[in-house]
Structures are given as structure tokens and as C-alpha cells.
């Protein structure tokens, strides 16, 4: 039986699109002689439709795109993901399913048992989980169908009471298929490619693992669809942050399962940067390209975060679509000027120098009669900042372009930023990356040739919105706040456990304090693109009125 | 047996505070020889926590609140709501527990088996349901304990397989108790005693019914706790939006079970409007306390919108905390300076005239390169709105005050507001109200005596952002804008049948398009204050990045 792979980006709720493609690849497959070719998850909506699934009509346009599909399927089998209603008198309004679709008409409907509703997942908040198991049975082949979550639940202390494989295994199945939305993270190729193969291992059986491609707000689907051997091996992968599609052979020989694949492409050692980069990269722009927009706009510091977002910008929308400004100040070193500057010729992009110290003159004018007697401060540190803001949106509204916010995950986390300020933007690039890892990159980027200029990479960060301040005036080394705050979010410890790891326990209950006080802040923040396991926005929930830890 | 209902306000994570309470409120009891005292759902740590579940060291600090309470528990016995590990090898973990203490003792615990998972609940994400059923034998009686969402399965296709109560049942108990912590919405009282009177009858047991009371962030808890007869009648019910407490007798004679009730106090009919001030005034007054904030700032505009703010912040802070700053450009009318001065000195309230000319049109010199040969537009409108909210903000800063936010529903839902200008603050009072909404609740304030001038509710609204502007400009009457949005927001109808319903195809298409290409706004608005089943916020999850009715 020859199977086809199908990685394709989907756009959330654009039926007609994500149908046209989805009978487009059909059609590609059926002339090269295709039997099976393999959607990903929740594939005619898109993946996450989020509140859009508590919408009848979305689910009827959902229906249509399947019964269109089936009608291409002849002389072909298609599995495509997509949301269906319960007819049940009880549970939950909606299942998430897998479609058989063969002989023009829905053949089989597989339902996902175990919905993931931790970190950035809800689906416990749309669908009823699955209780009925059923193999499909195909052109003598015997399929486990399975969906995302329903293969990961074979670790020790499991989330879930039950685990579907160990049902349909049962009924003899000959092969798996998975399909899957799963974003990128840090870590999640390393582990998706451990559950995959542990599957294969445990029940001894070939893994078709078909996975969605395309950032959606603040996800990053990265692909990596693959197939796997019996024996835990990765034969083939698919591309990772691009579409891409790949037919194999699958041929049963005395009762067991050979696969054969023409230029086979195993699985390689990953570069973490390279990934990084190229997760941020699709995350621009597809935001950008889904929103109907092409231009971006930011503010450059002469710091290394406007730098690095600049670069990234670049890359995703090209250099021609990127529009950097300068907004000095009174505290605005020369250097800032000119590193900024060597940046804006490194990376061939139009820029603007537009100085803000007469407007902040006028806000201080202005508010003078009530700061008269109060010493310069964070309030007009503010002011700074928010002026820029403004001036900022200012250009992007009048000419339609969207501001790109380079907050860091360590400013954010910690309050070091001002709100309406330079935390303004339509998305946030790189929220989800400590300071450190922002070098790291940098330093990744500048492997080949300086883009980002060294000088950018080697003076002390600083905010500028007072004479000679650094932010090691107010915060530690960089590198031990990214420790700790990695032990506290991403981690979850709690202080005894961080201060065992070796912290100060007067600057734990610091920075702890800082996190906790400044969630109002991040409450009202962009969407930050996701890159860790745990990252601001919303996979990670925290009352701001609550009294813990601040 | 006496039993004391126990309707308290907890603070989430500040485990000392709550557990001093829980404390007092035993001793108390004691006091009045109660045999029983009853807290609301997760009481240890507050409602809800959120992902502050997701630390050891939060549940262990919550089950240290549980074993100091439970010390004090001689000669009486506490029912309080608190989180616990799941020990069994399986599942998710926590559960949603309620523990039964007394002999100074944990002597039984009760875990919920309904874990609401839509609108503003995740509980799934946390906790395990429930599958042991056992009920508890006190002092001759039988309980049913049950955790709010477990009584509310009782309508026609549940959400939920499965009922506790219809398992509980089967083991004759003389009495239903329910801890909860539901919060207020319009129609939530309501619904809330139907579900209440409904599971008595079913079961033809007494229901004793303990809520939370108190404000989370966007969330109003909003008490009203109460005895029901098994005949489904309300026998008594506990304040709404106050701390309350009643003590009752349970007498069993001839294997029937009477209530008796010092001074009843049956369910009145209820004042919608007043239920809704209420419940803003509390949460107002409970988000400046639990920040540790006492003042408010807020700008006036001489619309109604501003006005009602500054009265419900008066009501909740006392109208000394309550700042009001009249912000006039070259196009804000006299009227609205004029108005406003009359609801300052109608509140009794201090006020600032901060002209924004000279500040909005430094920002047109700044940006007069960029704008040139341009027309007076959006980005016009958006730089005076945004100068209005850094001069607010840069009050707010320099003096520790909050800015509270007055966007109504209405203009949040079309995005007929500047992100980062009238859009800034820490809390968003009226966000959840319609336009319509806002004139009725004004009419009620004003019912015995002008407070919001009469003026503010007859004139036609308008930004003032350009010469002569008016929201019917742009935007149909509010009267079918509101209820068209109600439709689609609320009620999660689609655009056949909100045509169906008598609207205009045109419109239908123009509004929802509206709405959802702004959701990029509101993903960064404050936190809403919830008063409706659908407000802008955790409870309604959209994709920006989205292709749907857009």
C-alpha cells in the first residue's frame, strides 16, 4: 500500500482554504498512484480554533469541508482531522476526530480518547473523550488510528487513566498512524520523537506520524511529520517549519510489515539555535500573512533584543518589509545611535531617526504642576518610554503596519519594562527567550558574519531612561536571574527548592516577589510566540490580585 | 444538630489570612455550640488559584491550612475546601477535595467529581475527577457532601456522564451539603437557585449551600449561600456580596429531617440593577485591597461611561480616594467639561483640567514628516487618546495610584477604542456592560436623585477625537448594535441565524467582522469584571491570527 504523508499549514477557521488544499493534495497524491494520504489534526479548521468550535455554524462549515473532501476520495483513502458533534445525550458538545474518508463517502470516524488540557491546551473544554476502540480495516492492511495526545500517555504516572493503544493493540492491528498538532518547544522534538519510537517498541509496530506545520497567534507548529519502524527507528522525517509531503511503500510479507522509502532521510542531530530561529521566523510570518499584513515596524534601542527581532523580522518578510526607528533621547548614548545605525546597514532596512526629547519635554511641562517637588523616577522613566509608544503606533497606524515588540522573557518576568511602553506591539518575537538565550542566538546568528554588530553583543544592557543606568543597577548578572527565574517558571519550584539549589534566599524571595507583583502587566502583554514549555501568555495562568509569593 | 454556614471572602495564596479566618470563624461556632460548620470550596487557598495549583509548595502550604484547622476542630466538626495530591499512580495531580475534620482530625475527605472546564473554568486542568462515592456519618446523620459542579448535571443532555448524586443516593443519606464557589454573572443567581431547589426535589433531601464570596481579579463571587427544604423551597439565604454567617437546627424526628431557622429570610426578588452595582462595587474595592492599593485615577470625558466609573469607584474606595482628570483637546466640547464638573462636584470628588493640546500636537510635529499630505485620520484620533493615557498613567505612577479603565462591552467588542490610549488601566469596571446596559444602570443610580447628570445620559455619545464626531457615525444605534453583539456574543449564534433574527445581512457581516479583527486589541485589554455568561476575557478564547466571519 503506498501512504502519503501531507504536512501542510492550515489557517484557523478558513474553510475554503484549508479544503482547496486539503482535495489539492489529494489530487497530487492520486496521480502518483497514492492509497492513503495521511491530514493532520483538526485539519479543515485548524488547529487551535479555540471558542470558534462553541459556534454551530463553524462546526456545519467543518462538516462541509469533510463531505467535500470524501467526495474527491475514489480510488483513494484520505484521513483528515476535524471536529464533530456528539449525538450522545450526554457529554461534552463536540469530539475530536479523525475521518476515514474512501469510495466518495465517510467510511470510519476514530475519535480522540486523551485530550491534553494542561499549558497551552483546552480541548477538555470541547470535546467528550472517546470510549469505543475500533481498528479500521483497509486494502488488508489492519490501522490503529490514533490522535496527538492518545500515544503520549506511556510514561510512568501517567496523566490519564486509560491509554488507547493498549485497547486497540487487542485487536491486531497492523500499523499506527498518529495525527497530530503539536507545537514546537525547546524540548518537544527530542521528546516527540521518544514517544513515537516508545510507542513503536511497546507494541512492536510501524508509526505514521502526520503533524500540522504553521504558526497560529502565539504557536509555532513546526512538522517533523515521520515514519517509524517497529523497532523504534525514525526511517524518514519530514521537513521541520515548512510544508512538505512523502509517499512510502508499505508491503505486508509473511504476516509482517515492511516499509520502503525511496531516498530515505532519518533523523539528523538538530541545531538549537537554528531551530529557534527558525521557529520565530514562521511564527512573523505567518502572524503577518494571516493577519493580511506585510510591513513591520519597530523601535531599535542600539540593544541587543531590538537587534536580534530586527534580524528575525528581516528573514521572515524580507529586509524591504522592515521598518526601523530610532527615537533618541537626552540619556540616548552616542553608541546606541551609531551600533544602531551599523545594524540598520548591516541588515540593508529603512530606518528613521526621530528624536522624542520634546515631546517627553511637553509630558513633563505638562505634569509639572503635580511632579514639582518628587525626584525623577520610574514615573518618568515611563513617560520615555510610552512616548516612543506612541510614536510607534502612530507610524503603524497611519501606514497600516504592524509594531513588532521585542520584550525579553527575563524583563517580562520580572516587571523591567514599561506597560503602553515599550511593551507595546502586535506580537511579542521574543518573550519566550531569556537574555541569555538572546546572546546565544545573536552569537548563532553572527556564526558566518557580523550581522549583529559586536559591540551590540558586548556592552552592558542598558534602558537608558536616566543618566549612566544599567540594569545591573537594579537587577543581578543575567545570567543568575535566568537561572532562577528558569527554576521558578519553566520549572514550577517553589523557593526552599530554589535556594537548595544555591540561590540567596534574600534575592529568591526578590525576584519571586517581582514576578508575582508584575502580572498585572503581563496580563495586558502581547502574545508572546511560544518557545518553552512554559511560556507568558496562555500556558501559564496566575491570578494578578492573589497573595502568593509577593 | 447545629450546622453554621460559613460565607467568607479568602484571598487566593495568602493561605495565613484565610486560615486565621477559617479559625475565627470556628471558634465562633463553638462559641453557639455548633456541631457543624461549613466553608466554601477551596477555601484553604481561595478561588480560583489558577496555576499556582501547579506548585508543591502551594499545596503543601494548603495542607498545612488544613491540619491547623483541623486542630481545632474538638468538639465540633469543619468542612473545608482545599486541594490534595492525588496519590494513586494515575491521573492528574490534584483533586478538588473537601475535608471533613473533627476530633481534631482529618476524619474523612470528599473529592469533586464535575470539574467544570468552559467559560472561565479550567479545573481539568488541575484535578482528577472523582470516582469513589461514600457519604459521611455524623452525630446520627448521614451527608451527602458534594463539591459545587457536582449538583449542577441535573438538566437535559449534561455535560457529564455521570452524577454524583445519583450515586450518593443509593446509600440514604439524610441531607445534601454543597460547597461552591460560583461566581456572580446576570443570570447566574437565578439559575443557581433553580439548580439548588431542583437537586432537593429530585432527591427529596434538604440542600445546605455554601458559596464564596469576594472578588478574584475579573471574577465576583458574589455569596449568597443558603438552606433549602427538601420540597425544593428556599428556607433561608445568606447576604449576597457581603461576609455572612447563620446558624440552624437539623432535627431528625421519625426518620424525617426538619430545619428550624431563627428569623427566616426567604429569597426576595431580586433588582437586577442593583445586583449588578453591587457586585462592581465589590470587585472595584476587593481588586485595590488584595493589590494593597487605596486610590483610583481615572480621566473624565463628560460621556456616561466615565461617569458611571467614578461613581461605582466612589461607592467602593470612599470619594476621597477617587481622582478624576478632565483631559480637553482643541475638540472636546464645553458640554463635556461642563458635565463633568458637574459629576465632580455631584460625587464630591477631587478633580485636574489637563489640556492635551500642546502635548498632541508636539506628537504632530514629531510625526508632521511622516504624516504630511496625508488626511487628519485614525492615527490622528489614536495619538490624542494615547496622550490622555500616558498623562493618566504617568499619575498613576508618580503617585501609586490605579488607573481604572472605562471601556464599555460595546466598543470593546467593534475595537471603537485606542489600544494603549482610552484602553489603558489596571481594570476594566464596565467592560462587561453594554452601551445600553450602561444608560439603564445609570437611570437606576439616578432613581431617587441626580448623581450622573442628566445631561451625560441625554446627549449623544461621541469620542470627540475629531470636529462634530459622533459613535452614530461609524456605528448603528446602540439599541441594535448591543443586541446584535448579544447574539453573537452571548448567545454564540451565527450570522444565518443572527439575520434570521431580524438583522440586516449587511450589518450582520460588517459587525462580526468587527468584532474579531479586533480581538488583537483585546487580548490586551485589563481584566474585565465579569458580570455576563460570555465577557471579554479567560472566559472567551479566540485566535487573533483567525480567518473566521472575518
Redesign the interface.
Known sequence: MKITLSQLSF????FA?NTAKIISAIQDAKQIGSDLIVFSELATC?Y?????L?????IQQALDSILAIASQCTDIAAIVGSPRVNTL????ALFNSAYFLSEGKITHITDKTLLP??DIF?E??YFEPNKRFEIISYKDFKIALTICEDLWNII??????TSPMDELIKQGPDFIINIAASPYAKTQIADRQKVLSSNARKYQLPVIYVNHIG???HLIFDGGSCIVQANGEILQELNYFKEDSKTFDLIKKNQSIHIQVDNPNPIKSRNHYEDIENALVLGIK??FQ??GFKQAILGLSGGVDSALVSYLACKALGNEHVWAILLPSQFSSQHSIDDSLALVQNLNIQH?I???E??FQ??L???GP??KN?PF???EE??QS??R???L???A??FGHILLNTSNKSELAVGYGT??GDM?G?LSVIGDLYKTEIYDLCHYINREREIIPANILSKAPSAELRPDQKDSDSLPPYETLDALLNLYIEE??????IIQAGFDPILVQKILRMVNINE?KR?????VLRLSKKAFG?G???????????
Open positions: 489557517h484557523t477557521g478558513n482554504e485548524g487551535p480554533a479555540r471558542d470558534f462553541e459556534f454551530d455554524d463553524f445525550s450526554k457529554g461534552k488540557n494542561y483546552d477538555y473544554r510512568e504516572n501517567p496523566m490519564y487513566p504558526a497560529q497567534t505567518q502572524y494571516k493577519l528613521e526621530i528624536p522624542i520634546n515631546t511637553s509630558f511641562d505638562t505634569l503635580f511632579y518628587t523616577g520610574l514615573a515611563n513617560l510610552r512616548t509608544g506612541v510614536i503606533m502612530g507610524l497606524n497611519k506597560l503602553y507595546c502586535g514550577e519550584k517553589g523557593p526552599a527548592q498585572w496580563w495586558q502583554a502581547p502574545p496562555p501559564r495562568r496566575v491570578p494578578i490580585s492573589g497573595k502568593y509569593l509577593s
